[in-house]
């Protein structure tokens, strides 16, 4: 004899209409003829087996209903302006899979979320383009500020060193002046 763990004779007897009643497709036919002997040896009657049967199903066709107008008011749910924020500034993150706002497409998908979907779609992508904006935003800014320090620092003991004396750096300036005068006027349209 096939045995089982737990042992079919430590199950409750609900548990043994259930496996008793099933089909192949769930359990082995050994375990449904073990059941099936737990609850005769127990002389559970079939009366009371058929009741239980009758209860499950009907459990079973309320929850199905249920279901269904679940299914239904999801077709027309929408996002609070919390869960779109929250989604907009998450995006990157729940894109990499770190963080999980809500369900995922997919599963907006299989609970019929139908307006949900492309809500999400747009702000995960609406999303990701912030966060690279924002990003080179920042990288731009950095760069901006350093550049600004580099002008500020005075140079003048270095070109003392340099080029020697005062005169050779008074000419390297108007030269760099001349320099840049000539490439300003080079940019400069023509007047036609």
Same mark, same amino acid.
């Given at each position: 004899?096939?045995?089982?763990?737990?042992?079919?004779?430590? %199950?409750?007897?609900?548990? +043994?209409?259930?496996?008793?009643?099933?089909?192949?497709?769930?359990?082995?036919?050994?375990?449904?003829?073990?059941?099936?002997?737990?609850?005769?040896?127990?002389?559970?009657?079939?009366? !009371?087996?058929?009741?239980?049967?009758?209860?499950?199903?009907?459990?079973?066709?309320?929850?199905?209903?249920?279901?269904?107008?679940?299914?239904?008011?999801?077709? =027309?749910?929408? !996002?609070? &302006?919390?869960? %779109?924020?929250?989604?907009?500034?998450?995006?990157?993150?729940?894109?990499?899979?770190? @963080?999980?706002?809500?369900?995922? &497409?997919?599963?907006?998908?299989?609970?019929?979320?139908?307006?949900? &979907?492309?809500? %999400? *779609?747009? +702000?995960? +992508?609406?999303?990701? &383009? +912030?966060?690279?904006?924002?990003?080179?935003? *920042?990288?731009?800014?950095?760069?901006?500020? =350093? %550049?600004?320090?580099?002008?500020?620092?005075?140079?003048?003991?270095?070109?003392? @060193? !340099?080029?020697?004396?005062?005169?050779?750096?008074?000419?390297? @300036?108007?030269?760099?002046?001349?320099?840049?005068?000539?490439?300003?006027?080079?940019?400069?349209?023509?007047? @036609?």
């Amino acid at each position: 004899m096939e045995q089982f763990h737990p042992p079919m004779s430590s %199950r409750e007897t609900d548990v +043994l209409i259930e496996i008793a009643n099933s089909s192949t497709e769930f359990w082995v036919q050994a375990a449904i003829d073990q059941a099936r002997a737990e609850l005769t040896k127990g002389g559970i009657p079939e009366e !009371y087996e058929r009741q239980c049967l009758q209860e499950w199903k009907e459990q079973w066709q309320q929850e199905q209903i249920e279901w269904q107008k679940q299914l239904e008011a999801n077709e =027309t749910a929408d !996002y609070t &302006v919390l869960q %779109r924020i929250n989604i907009l500034l998450s995006a990157p993150f729940i894109i990499a899979g770190r @963080r999980n706002v809500h369900l995922s &497409v997919l599963e907006l998908k299989e609970e019929n979320y139908k307006k949900m &979907v492309p809500q %999400r *779609i747009a +702000l995960l +992508l609406a999303g990701s &383009v +912030l966060w690279v904006v924002i990003f080179f935003a *920042i990288n731009e800014f950095i760069e901006f500020q =350093t %550049r600004k320090k580099i002008e500020k620092v005075d140079i003048t003991e270095w070109e003392k @060193r !340099y080029y020697g004396s005062d005169s050779l750096i008074d000419e390297s @300036r108007s030269k760099e002046a001349e320099v840049k005068n000539d490439s300003s006027k080079k940019m400069v349209p023509a007047d @036609r």
